[in-house]
């Protein structure tokens, strides 16, 4: 690995501390967001003895029911695309004190989060240690299932199928019945935890790196 100079390095250990900066802002309107937006559906999930079918109260009640479903969906798939967005960002400031391209896409049979585990290590010599990380691969996994199959299990993708598995068994407000995904905002609490701690772990492990980097420039 060659790196173009102690000043890009430098350059670079300073974009990654604004970047956790800025990021450590929006995880917190994340969390606001998620929190305002489970208040909103619990207020409205209470249907009384009396409550009349055609009512403002009956409508509430089944559009929580729905609303509940469709915004965990929508607000994993936001989730995943603010992390690439960032992770995208970060590798193309390691281009510039690389001087070459630090993301291999031409990995093959990987998902986009292992393609950048695996050319970290290549490439930069970073092996992230980050349990979250791992968890983030899966996460990811869960979002394109929605995203290309609407929540479906496609056994075509037997990395994506048991992925999955493995977060519905382990997380709550995720199953999987009669081969699709089902989730809530319960899930929606440990998706922005893995988001949350997987990119701070990343930001904090490659300043690790770098203070290491610098002593043999």
């Not at 009956?58 to 995943?80: E, G, K, P, Q, R």
């Not at 193309?92 to 695996?118: F, Q, T």
């Amino acid at each position: 690995m060659i790196l173009r100079s102690k000043r890009a390095a430098l350059d670079f250990k300073q974009d990654i501390s604004m970047m956790a900066h800025e990021f450590g802002y929006e995880c917190g309107y994340l969390n606001k967001y998620l929190l305002d937006s489970i208040a909103l559906v619990d207020k409205a999930a209470f249907l009384s003895d009396d409550a009349k079918i055609y009512s403002m109260e009956a409508d509430n009640y089944f559009w929580s029911v729905n609303h509940n479903f469709y915004f965990s969906c929508s607000y994993i798939s936001m989730l995943m695309q603010i992390a690439e967005d960032l992770v995208n960002q970060y590798i193309g400031h390691l281009d510039l004190l690389l001087a070459s391209e630090a993301l291999n896409r031409k990995i093959n049979k990987k998902s986009y989060y292992e393609k950048v585990k695996i050319s970290l290590e290549q490439n930069f010599d970073l092996k992230i240690k980050s349990k979250w990380w791992d968890e983030l691969i899966k996460l990811y996994q869960v979002r394109n299932a929605f995203v290309h199959q609407n929540g479906a299990l496609d056994h075509k993708y037997p990395d994506r199928v048991n992925a999955i598995l493995e977060v519905s068994r382990k997380y709550r407000g995720i199953e999987v019945i009669s081969n699709r995904i089902w989730i809530d905002q319960n899930f929606c609490k440990d998706a922005l935890k893995i988001f949350e701690n997987s990119i701070s772990d990343l930001f904090k492990e490659t300043n690790a790196h770098i203070n290491l980097l610098k002593k043999s420039l």
